[in-house]
């Protein structure tokens, strides 16, 4: 089967990551047929008390790259979705469901806006990894447990870096339900899985509470909802280190970026930037 992969990338102020995101992939991928797809919300109000609508640095860059994307589309180098307006709540979960409904191809390739390709067999080589009648796609898993001794964390499949086969998704998540959340221990469903685990010392509240990251609802459809056995393969052992260079927390901490550690991350997409551009 000639498979065709949509790399799906959510984006709000990433600053250069994005470039180096896109760049990088255009550069360097070998896998003939797939195409790159953003969803931005830069420009959409946000209405998280802690996180400011703009935060620039000192040269006036407030990390949109809107004009940049919009170029990449002219380009044909991707294809932009814009949201310039949001609900209450909306946030990196919505980006994630609005890329999968506008999801054409036969796979979808999750992926973060800030990480450089360092290899251009990457799509390649984890394709290659799924059986298409069976397998619903790769991701890394994160067991649930004691989330920073605040609050209970339940288990996920990391989505910033996931290949999902779409005609078994469909069918599958039909939902396409990618929200975080928070619920009281009571009324989560599967209290057992924190069973032998030691409470958070400072959690705030009693008993505490469940964090339900992005991929977590994914997780427990495959773990307790899944008649047909579909399964979630793993990436090959070194894969998100070997072959790529995923520069986290840019856009998480878009809201505070002077804080030293996103200064240096934004040295090094930079520096990374630079030394792509001249090769």
């Not at 959409?44 to 609508?53: I, L, T």
Request: proline residues 5%; glycine residues 6%; charged residues 30%.
């Amino acid at each position: 089967m000639n498979k065709s992969c949509s790399i799906l990338i959510p984006n709000r102020y990433s600053w250069n990551g994005i470039c180096l995101t896109i760049e990088s992939i255009l550069k360097r991928t070998t896998f003939p047929n797939y195409k790159i797809v953003v969803c931005d919300n830069s420009m959409a109000k946000n209405n998280r008390a802690c996180e400011p609508h703009k935060v620039e640095l000192l040269d006036g860059d407030d990390g949109s790259r809107l004009d940049y994307l919009r170029e990449q589309s002219r380009k044909g180098n991707i294809r932009l979705i814009e949201i310039l307006k949001q609900r209450k709540k909306y946030g990196h979960g919505e980006n994630i469901k609005k890329l999968l409904e506008k999801c054409e191809t036969d796979l979808a390739m999750l992926f973060v806006s800030s990480a450089e390709i360092l290899r251009g067999d990457w799509l390649d080589i984890i394709i290659s990894r799924i059986k298409m009648d069976r397998d619903l796609g790769l991701a890394r898993f994160r067991e649930g447990g004691n989330h920073f001794d605040r609050c209970w964390i339940a288990p996920a499949y990391w989505a910033n870096v996931m290949l999902l086969n779409m005609r078994l998704y469909r069918d599958f998540q039909h939902k396409n339900d990618w929200n975080q959340g928070v619920i009281r221990l009571s009324r989560f469903k599967h209290p057992e899985i924190f069973e032998y685990l030691p409470a958070p010392a400072n959690s705030e509240e009693s008993p505490p509470r469940v964090f339900t990251d992005t991929g977590w609802k994914l997780y427990e459809r495959l773990k307790y909802k899944n008649p047909n056995g579909l399964k979630m393969q793993s990436f090959p052992s070194g894969f998100l280190y070997e072959w790529m260079k995923l520069i986290g927390g840019i856009d998480r901490n878009s809201h505070r970026p002077h804080h030293p550690f996103v200064q240096q991350q934004l040295k090094e997409v930079d520096q990374r930037l630079a030394k792509l551009r001249a090769q």
